[in-house]
């Protein structure tokens, strides 16, 4: 065997783990079905500005351990993200904060008003017990704000209503009685300065990386190359389905240059009504402060899509049924020698980054 490791996707996991086990000296293969290295948080310049491909990507994070982690291998900026929702041209701060209270009902001026608005918005629609999404927010922010920030923009994110959506995915938000429009409430927060593609660079530093190689489709001869894989794609393709498909979200992006130094003055815009198809609009230069062409700006616009086998899956939809498909797989991946399955994809997890990175370091420290 040539290698300790063959590490399958050259993404942030498998990056991190080939980082760390390189470090205490084996030797590890990363290989990859693209023809690039970072996954999802893969970025290139365009017009001199770092366009995320594969949707925004803010690092945030509240791990002493992975913040040490990563900035051994790239510089920080002092990024926040503070994205603006579009309601059929009405504009309002997020995530929900005072700054929202007060454009969307100009009567409230103090925190004590805006959670008595929201208190007899809550008090009408009588929900006891929150049963789904659209009744978790109701009784989180009112009928104003659901209908407004939260209703278009969720259904067309999940491509089903409301009322038939858990209501977990909505506590992610905050609700923020201060004018504070920071998204995230993580004490690290910003965007690598030369982008996450020469971070995952660097941290693949003395790995031997080959790209446009498909694991699945030479699994016999790659399985000769190390004592042990890491997979890190989906377990229902490694398994080729055999117990069916786990559901994913998936997205498709469109990206254009345009002619104009600045088009919305915002990083994130979503667009919260059902008139616009797509969910946001990236403007990638204001994630590293206007750097890059001083008269063009490169933009995202971001359509959810359904998905289906060979096309990039995204969030995990996470359900009964796929909770028990899952289960099915993982039984049998207990049951393979010399195989684990790591990050987003390998644990069928939707993880923000710093999730991913403490993933990896805690499976690579085993
Ligand atoms: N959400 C919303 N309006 C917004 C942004 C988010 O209703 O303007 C809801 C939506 O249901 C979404 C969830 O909040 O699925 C989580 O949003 P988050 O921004 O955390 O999702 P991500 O950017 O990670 O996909």
Known sequence: MKYDYLIVGAGLYGAVFAQKKTETGKKCLVIDRRGHIAGNIYSRKMEGIDVHMYGPHIFHTDQEKVWEYVTRFTKFNHFTYCPVANYKGELYNLPFNMNTFTKMWPDVKTPEQAREKIRVQIDAAGIKEPKNLEEQAISLVGTDIYEKLIKGYT??????????????IIKRLP???????????????????????????????????????????????????????????????????CYGELQYRSLQFETETLDMPNFQGVAGMNYTDCDHPYTRIIEHKHFLFGAGNPDKTVITKEYPAEWSRGEEPYYPINNERNAAVYKKYRELAGREKNLRFGGRLGTYRYMDMDQVILQALEDAER
Do not use: S
């Open 175 to 241: 609700v923020r009685w201060t004018y504070d429009n920071n998204y995230f409430n993580h004490p690290y927060q910003g965007i690598p300065l030369d982008g996450y593609t020469e971070m995952v660079k660097r941290m693949l530093e003395g790995v031997e990386v080959w790209l446009g190689v498909d694991y699945l489709d030479q699994k016999d001869e790659l399985r000769q190359q190390a004592e042990t894989v890491i997979y890190t794609g989906a377990m229902d393709e490694y398994f080729d389905y």
């Open 155 to 168: 259904e067309k994110q999940w491509g089903r209503a409301c009322t038939e959506l858990p209501a977990f």
